[in-house]
């Protein structure tokens, strides 16, 4: 054992001193990417961030996967790399790449390897107003987000996927910004892993996402404004832990059973988004919408169930006595409301 750790400790040099111990086979700990520099042709087996990353092959400069194979030779990122942390994100990109060869699948880069230093990346998109700024052929139908990365940024594939209909997000994504999603058409199918905290404005905004399952997001906290707007929403399951439901966040759907009994919701119906000057209108423009809200709901916006023609909708407070920020017409249309039923003093749990 003693003579296998030398031989692996000539492989690698480091920036600063890191604990080496063996289980079963050698591991080496660090904090991040950052304190690793890799000789070229060496390789390593590591943990990092509690992620066990399987034996590494550098024979150069370029992307790898977490299992340290070349990837991406078709691929020309832009990045922006912070030495600090040892972490790097995709800004842009442009791509010459058949997918047919691969079944019409891309994962994503793990790690970025320059000048002798492995940099983890964590996340794509540039967080402004610009997206990616590639445009996939269209024989590209599935993406990969690996573990490494913790956030999709604002806008990062706005537009921009014109056949892409699954998006496999990494378990360690948290945030998911502005618009990152946006009028993605042919998207589908999306899972939402426990570690997500937040879904950005008009994330979504025109997917065409039919079953949305929330609740495996058992960290999420915030659904921004618009963000699953005018989609094909006809399911869709929240966990416990959400709290806030923003203005427009499910207009224009199909959604018939929205059950947030068991959420910490606070707020709904709260801020706004380029879809509409008004707070409120979470929900509104989905007929036939059942709707059980919390008592922990305390703060609301206007019309949250506008035009939900035949509406039934139970609250745990009494009439008369409703949360800051309901106005006469909550639950009503423009010109008075149709046919919405409220159910008030519902015991929270009878359904």
Same mark, same amino acid.
């Given at each position: 054992?003693? %003579? ?42 590591? /943990? ?33 790399? +912070? ?5 790097? /994100? ?11 060869? +691969? ?38 139908? /599935? ?35 502005n618009k990152a999603f946006y009028c993605c058409n042919t998207l589908t199918d999306i899972n939402f892993p426990a570690s997500l905290e937040s879904i950005g404005?008009?994330?979504? %905004? ?19 404004? @618009? ?45 706004? @988004? ?16 059942? @709707? ?12 949250? %169930? ?31 409301? /149709? ?13």
């Amino acid at each position: 054992m003693l %003579f296998a750790l030398k031989t692996e400790m000539k492989k690698l040099s480091f920036k600063f001193s890191l604990p080496v111990f063996a289980l079963g086979a050698l591991i080496v700990t660090g904090t991040s990417f950052g304190v690793w520099v890799f000789n070229e042709g060496s390789s390593a087996t590591a /943990t990092v961030d509690n992620i066990i990353v399987k034996p590494f092959y550098f024979g150069g400069d370029g992307y790898y996967d977490d299992e340290g194979n070349k990837t991406g030779s078709d691929l020309v990122f832009t990045n922006v790399i +912070d030495k600090t942390n040892g972490t790097a /994100t995709i800004t842009s990109a442009t791509l010459a790449y058949n997918y047919k060869s +691969d079944n019409g699948k891309l994962e994503l880069p793990s790690v970025y390897y320059e000048n002798g230093v492995a940099y983890r990346i964590t996340g794509f998109g540039d967080g402004s107003s610009k997206n990616l700024g590639w445009t996939p052929d269209t024989s590209l139908t /599935t993406l990969i987000i690996p573990d490494s990365y913790t956030s999709i940024n604002d806008m990062a594939l706005s537009t921009l996927a014109p056949s892409i209909t699954k998006v496999v997000l990494g378990n360690n994504i948290k945030t998911i910004g502005n618009k990152a999603f946006y009028c993605c058409n042919t998207l589908t199918d999306i899972n939402f892993p426990a570690s997500l905290e937040s879904i950005g404005e008009s994330a979504f %905004f025109q997917c065409k996402l039919s079953d949305v399952n929330l609740s495996t997001a058992t960290s999420l906290k915030v659904i921004g404004a @618009c963000s699953f707007g005018e989609g094909n929403v006809q399911t869709v399951e929240f966990p416990n832990s959400l709290e806030e439901i923003q203005a427009y966040a499910f207009v224009k759907n199909k959604i018939t059973l929205a059950d947030l009994s068991n959420t910490k919701l606070a707020k709904l119906g709260t801020g706004s @988004c380029e879809y509409g000057v008004k707070t409120g209108n979470s929900f509104a423009d989905n007929t036939g919408l059942t @709707c059980y809200l919390p008592k922990t709901l305390s703060t609301c916006g206007s019309q949250i %169930f506008n035009n939900d023609n035949g509406a039934n909708i139970y609250v745990q407070f009494a009439s008369g006595d409703a949360p800051s920020g309901f106005d006469s017409k909550w639950n009503s249309t423009d010109g008075g409301g /149709t046919n919405i039923t409220v159910h008030y003093s519902w015991d929270g749990v009878t359904k």
